[in-house]
């Protein structure tokens, strides 16, 4: 029994997470008739407003609302592009705020390129050799490359659990500093503003949610390290 609520205790921190920003997300997802406009719209709107010359809007496949820096792309999925919902214009400007971040240089903005890359690369390495494993194991015949295999694994899960912790400052502003600003000024009815807050959080601790999940495969790590 004890094992057991224990067990769920876990689930509900790893995942609990996850699952209230979907929840919150898809609440708030309804199309309002009055909207005065898309999510597209808005991102575009607010992209001349503030002169972020060179950043353009895209319609992205489904869940893909992003900021690439790389070529200055702001990427709404389906609902967002084309949605008039409290949803879809929060996830729109939480985007453009990412925008305006690498537009002005912010050093907030430097976050995803010092850690992103990095942690990203490891990630990679880390899943090409985990990949080998059964044919490294059958080879070697010997426990240290068991070892070897569990300490790689638990790198690859921490160093992604440390990159989602280390741009949530990003995300914060994006939503808070940016976002919600903007938002109060009169795009949205002040009746809906509380709202609009849990769907920027949301938005901004999406990675943390991820995060969690990450910390529940790196203890399935460490176990088989042991």
């Not at 309804?30 to 992209?47: C, F, K, N, R, S």
């Not at 214009?89 to 002005?104: D, L, N, P, S, Y």
């Not at 068991?146 to 939503?175: Q, R």
Request: with cysteine.
């Amino acid at each position: 029994m004890a094992f057991g609520a224990i067990a769920l205790a876990v689930l509900l921190i790893t995942f609990g997470p996850t699952l209230w920003v979907r929840y919150v997300l898809w609440r708030h997802s309804a199309q309002i008739d009055g909207m005065p406009g898309t999510g597209a719209e808005l991102a575009q709107h607010l992209v001349e407003r503030f002169d972020l010359d060179g950043v353009s809007i895209v319609k992205g496949g489904a869940s893909e609302n992003f900021y690439r820096p790389a070529d200055r792309t702001v990427s709404l999925s389906p609902d967002v592009f084309d949605g008039k919902s409290l949803t879809a214009v929060a996830v729109a400007a939480h985007e453009v705020g990412h925008a305006i971040q690498f537009c002005r240089e912010e050093p907030v903005s430097q976050l995803r390129d010092k850690y992103l890359g990095k942690a990203q690369l490891i990630q990679r390495v880390g899943s090409l050799i985990m990949m080998g494993a059964p044919v490294f194991t059958v080879l070697a015949r010997t426990p240290s490359v068991l070892f070897f295999l569990g300490a790689v694994g638990v790198l690859t899960m921490l160093s992604s659990a440390l990159m989602y912790v280390a741009i949530l400052p990003e995300e914060y502003d994006a939503s808070f500093k940016k976002a919600l600003p903007i938002l109060e000024e009169g795009y949205i009815p002040e009746s809906d503003i509380p709202a609009v807050r849990r769907i920027l959080k949301a938005c901004a601790y999406t990675y943390v949610a991820g995060a969690l999940a990450d910390i529940l495969r790196l203890w399935r790590w460490i176990r088989f390290l042991r």
